[in-house]
């Protein structure tokens, strides 16, 4: 989990929960069909642009809005394997990590990143690499029991092995 690899995919500012899933979705019980309507009135051919190497990165106040988990399992769905932001809103941040996706809060600006930028993220050191760009910016590092939580998956995945192993007994 420290090293993280992938290609950026640039987002704005104010991406709230609705923009995310829209609110038409969710009436759908399978959550591969709400994956597939991800971000589709911010970028209609999202779903076609991203795949299991896709990092988000994104402005200010993202994920803003209500605390629905569709809005962070979409993500997950699509193999997303980070976001980076310039801020979170404070509720779907730990529904990130809850869900075993990084949330990485760093303040960036544009002329560091292009979409589809190579990068490599460190969550241990709290670096990222724009190898594109031959650009390395920091960011304050998540606490170890985060990264912990993150390497079993999420906070689900961590209690059933610690269940497993009788370590909350």
């Known amino acids: 989990m420290d090293l993280i690899k992938g290609w950026i995919y640039i987002l704005g500012d104010d991406i709230n929960t609705d923009d995310i899933v829209p609110s038409y979705t969710l009436t759908m019980r399978d959550p591969n069909e709400i994956a597939k309507h991800t971000l589709r009135f911010i970028d209609p051919k999202f779903i076609s642009k991203v795949n299991v190497e896709t990092i988000i990165l994104a402005g200010e106040n993202f994920g803003t809005g209500s605390s629905r988990e569709e809005a962070v399992n ?11 932001a310039k801020s979170f809103a404070r509720i779907y941040f730990r529904n990130l990590i809850n869900n075993g996706i990084p949330p990485i809060t760093m303040p960036w600006e544009a002329r560091n ?20 760009k031959n650009v390395k910016l920091l960011f304050q590092k998540l606490p170890d029991f985060i990264i912990a939580i993150l390497k079993d998956g999420g906070i689900l995945n961590q209690l059933k092995n610690k269940i497993k192993k009788g370590d909350l007994l």
Do not use: P, Q, R, Y
């Open 74 to 84: 979409v993500f997950k769905i699509l193999g997303i394997k980070a976001i980076i």
């Open 113 to 132: 990143f292009s979409t589809n930028d190579k990068v490599e993220i460190s969550l241990h050191k709290g670096e990222l690499l724009n190898k594109s």
